[in-house]
């Protein structure tokens, strides 16, 4: 039967550049861009084909998208299309572009923020960046653009994130994201960590702000690979499996069509120099990992787990990261904790 489901949600990378080169970066980004980046031109062209495929929300990303100026025109572009847009940002340029960002009528832009002052510069490889990135929040907020924080958590900042949230809250942050590090690009061989024990302990913090009498203020949103069918799990509904490839897609700066865009270039689909959004999308071909799922596709980690056909392995990315191969994730509450 032929696929019948939407990209509803669409990660756009419009530049590999970074001025940082951070050492949990799952893309390895530099400063120099893919040497084949598509134009502005194509970038518009490619936004054009969202609407006849519903897309609800495009996501701009990169490297670090507001090296790129054309991300004015592509935001505006897509805003005329009526599709709501948010970016993510490492935060350093957030300053001198705030006016921008509220002409541009974003919906949020998500500024990376992965602990305190000191372990942020670390992990960023930036002396003094941590007070440069705040000083471009509070213009973004005084500017009237919506801010979200986004932090990667691993053994190096688990224990700063009560005080990290307090902090946030009284810079005028109401939203925050954490997720675990993926163990791909330079954190695969940054030194960093995310250890059992300290993924179970970001569940625990995650459901400690979702229980009743909570006094956070703060909306704290895990991310997909946060989980699965433990009283930890927060979600409203059960993981039903990932949504890359059958909800959500990723397209590189160079044109790539991927499922996810924290998964790495081997995991093309197709390139929309080549062929148009619709065609990639609709093809019997793409996205097999997930579209063509079977209970025998299941790693050692999931292959005897009584959520296994409905969780389909759990997020693709973290499987692929630390396994190697899809549907393995060893990342998950229900297995961590023997299915309590």
């Known amino acids: 039967m032929a696929f019948e489901g939407f990209p509803f ?11 940082l080169a951070c050492r949990h970066c799952a893309s390895s980004a530099t400063t120099q861009p893919r040497p084949d980046e598509l134009t502005l031109g194509e970038l518009i062209g490619i936004c054009d084909q ?3 495929l519903f897309v609800q929300e495009v996501d701009i990303t990169g490297g670090e998208p507001l090296l790129r100026p ?12 009526g599709i709501p847009v948010r970016m993510v940002s490492n935060g350093l340029l957030l300053r001198q572009n705030a006016l921008k960002l509220a002409q541009s009528g974003i919906a949020t832009v998500g500024v990376s923020l992965d602990g305190l002052e000191q372990t942020h510069d670390e992990l960023r490889q930036r002396p003094g960046l941590f007070r440069r990135i705040i000083d471009g929040i509070r213009a973004a907020l005084d500017a009237g653009v919506p801010v979200a924080a986004i932090t990667a958590v691993n053994d190096r900042n688990i224990g700063e994130l009560p005080e ?3 902090f946030l809250l009284s810079i005028g942050i109401e939203h925050w994201q954490v997720q675990p590090t993926f163990a791909l690009g330079r954190a695969r061989d940054g030194g960093l960590r995310l250890s059992e024990d300290t993924f179970i302990k970001l569940g ?4 400690e702000r979702h229980g009743p009498g909570t006094a956070t203020r703060i909306n704290l949103v895990p991310a997909d690979g946060v989980g699965y069918y433990t009283h930890l799990d927060t979600r409203s509904c059960s993981w039903l499996g990932c949504s890359a490839g059958r909800s959500s897609c990723g397209i590189t700066s160079n044109g790539g069509v991927k499922g996810c865009l924290s998964l790495p270039d081997t ?3 197709g390139n929309l120099r080549d062929r148009e959004l619709w065609d990639i999308w609709f093809d019997d071909r793409s996205f097999p990992s997930t579209r063509q799922f079977t209970a025998d596709m299941l790693g050692e980690h999931c292959q005897s787990c009584s959520h296994g056909l409905e969780c389909k392995g759990g997020c693709g990315v973290m499987s692929f990261a630390s396994t190697g191969a899809f549907h393995n994730d060893p990342y998950c509450f229900h297995r961590l904790l ?3």
Do not use: M
Request: glycine residues 8%.
């Open 9 to 19: 949600i669409i990660g756009l990378e419009i530049t590999l550049a970074c001025n």
């Open 70 to 81: 054309e991300w004015y025109d592509v935001t505006t572009h897509l805003k005329s299309l």
């Open 338 to 340: 023997g299915g309590r």
């Open 50 to 52: 969202f609407p006849d």
């Open 267 to 269: 995991c093309v689909e």
């Open 204 to 207: 625990q913090f995650v459901h």
């Open 164 to 166: 990290l949230e307090r």
